[in-house]
Structures are given as C-alpha cells and as structure tokens.
T-cell receptor, first 114, second 109 residues
Framework: DAMVIQNPRYQVTQFGKPVTLSCSQT?????MYWYQQKSSQAPKLLFH???????NEADTPDNFQSRRPNTSFCFLDIRSPGLGDAAMYLC?????????????FGPGTRLTVL | KNEVEQSPQNLTAQEGEFITINCSYS?????LHWLQQHPGGGIVSLFM?????KKHGRLIATINIQEKHSSLHITASHPRDSAVYIC???????????WGAGTKLIIKP
C-alpha cells in the first residue's frame, strides 16, 4: 500500500549525540514536512521541502537540519540533541502545498534523549 | 484566543453512544482537516473538508463555512475509537496548518 514510513519508530540518543530520523514515501508526493510534537501539544512545523526547495520555519532551531536526496526520502538531523528535543517527530507528505492538498502522516518517531 | 478552538477538551462515553466533537475557527481557510491520534502514536488523517459533509464508515464530518464551524460525529462508538481527535485548518493566506488542541475521547465498554 502507498504510505508514509518512518524509521525507527523509537529512537534513544544521548545528550549531544547526533541523531538522524528517516522518512520515506511511496505516494510520489512533491511536498514533505517534518513536525515536532511534544507531549499534549499540537504538532509544530519545523520545515518542509517542495521538491528540492527547502523551507525553514522562522523559529526552528539551527540544531535541526534536513536533507531530501530524492523524491521518496527525507531525513531529519538533530546535530546536538538536548533534553528539550525529546518529542514525537512526525513526517507528512502532500501532493502540493496549495489550497486543497491533504497531508498524509507517517506513524512518527518517538525520540528520547538521555 | 486561539484561532482554532475545539470542544470538549475531554469526552468520556459508553460504548454505542453517538459522539460529537466541535471545532470553531476564526481565520479564513481553504480546507479543514479532522485527524486521529492514538496514545503514543502517529497521526491519521480522517477527513479533509472545504464544504458540506463527508462520511466514512461510522464517521461523519460536516462543515459550515459561513459559521466557521465543523463537527465530527461518531455513530455506534466503540472502545477502539478512543483517541485524540484533532481539528486543523489550512489557512488561505499561507496554506499552513493551524492546529486545534485536540479532544481526548475515551469510550468505555
């Protein structure tokens, strides 16, 4: 089935140790999004790619970077995770970023920082 | 005041009951989404609406654009429907999603 896949589902890292989260999609969608969701809060958009065009939200910390080597894959790199970066990280895709494009979400990766 | 308000925040009901969750918004939108999130889980998109009504199985979503209000209904509720239901609107100015705080639904057997 076409879908958005995130690996791993659970990731444990140490304070300051770089970590990479992975997202892949079989929907052939142009847009891929990364959200951060902390406990009992709404997801917060970190950045999105429209094809190879990278769009960073103004308040996304520099500690967070992203790569999209091809249409199917998008990576979230956290260079030096702090305790405050522990959260659920959600990847989503949409065909376009315009008016009527629905976002499809992956199952998320829960990041724990020790 | 939040741009997207959901009510109730928490809802506990017995299996079989008809459930209604409400969403009001104050911005111009191009679409409204209803999403479901199980505890510790990812988000599943249930509906995307820009007018009228949609039905999928036991779920029904309606939207009134003039009143800036949407409802999500669950008929014959079941314990597996227990989850957080989130309303999110797509702004018509920058197409970003603006999220409601979610409604935590518990269905007791």
């Amino acid at each position: 089935d076409a879908m958005v896949i995130q690996n791993p589902r659970y990731q444990v890292t140490q304070f300051g140790k770089p970590v990479t989260l992975s997202c892949s999609q079989t929907l052939n969608h142009n847009v891929m999004y990364w959200y951060q969701q902390k406990s009992s809060q709404a997801p917060k958009l970190l950045f999105h790619y429209y094809d190879k065009d990278f769009n960073n939200e103004a308040d996304t910390p520099d500690n967070f970077q992203s790569r999209r080597p091809n249409t199917s894959f998008c990576f979230l790199d956290i260079r030096s995770p702090g305790l405050g970066d522990a959260a659920m990280y959600l990847c989503a895709t949409s065909r376009g970023s315009g008016r009527a494009h629905e976002q499809f979400f992956g199952p998320g990766t829960r990041l724990t920082v020790l | 005041k939040n741009e997207v308000e959901q009510s109730p925040q928490n809802l506990t009901a017995q299996e079989g009951e008809f459930i209604t969750i409400n969403c009001s918004y104050s911005v111009g939108i191009s679409a409204l989404h209803w999403l479901q999130q199980h505890p510790g889980g990812g988000i599943v998109s249930l509906f995307m609406l820009s007018s009228g009504k949609k039905k999928h199985g036991r779920l029904i979503a309606t939207i009134n654009i003039q009143e800036k209000h949407s409802s999500l209904h669950i008929t014959a509720s079941h314990p597996r429907d227990s989850a957080v239901y989130i309303c999110a609107v797509r702004s018509d100015s920058n197409y970003q999603l603006i999220w409601g705080a979610g409604t935590k639904l518990i269905i007791k057997p």
